[in-house]
């Protein structure tokens, strides 16, 4: 079993940059692939980013791809969600899961991830 804590969001306005941490407790987070997914008021949750074990490949949605990278630091038993060019639009809770522990890539559907933090508010003002 895995827990884990999000942190790093808060109250930016557009075009401003945020770092997202989920630190992991429990289980190694080297043994899963990991994501971040976002849900904003009234909205599905969403996919927004993934990355495989190793941290060798990573995936993104369309609607922030070239803006947030994904990364890990399996050392650090951390994940990160580097955010920059902040739109209103990204505005939501956002959470990461641990996911799937097989393959070599990421994944996109969240049915796939067992575990999941509790979310970081980040809120972004014209």
């Not at 940059?17 to 949750?45: D, H, I, N």
């Amino acid at each position: 079993q895995v827990q884990l804590v999000e942190s790093g969001g808060g109250l930016v306005r557009a075009g401003a940059s945020l770092r997202l941490s989920c630190a992991a407790s429990g289980r190694l987070v080297s043994t899963y692939a990991m994501g971040w997914f976002r849900q904003a008021p009234g909205k599905e949750r969403e996919f927004v980013a993934g990355i495989s074990r190793s941290g060798g490949t990573t995936g993104y949605a369309d609607s922030v791809k070239g803006r947030f990278t994904i990364s890990r630091d399996n050392t650090k038993n951390t994940v990160y969600l580097q955010m920059n060019s902040l739109k209103p639009e990204d505005t939501a809770v956002y959470s990461c899961a641990a996911g799937p522990r097989y393959g070599s890539t990421w994944y996109s559907d969240g049915r796939l991830y067992d575990y999941w933090g509790q979310g970081t508010q980040v809120t972004v003002s014209n």
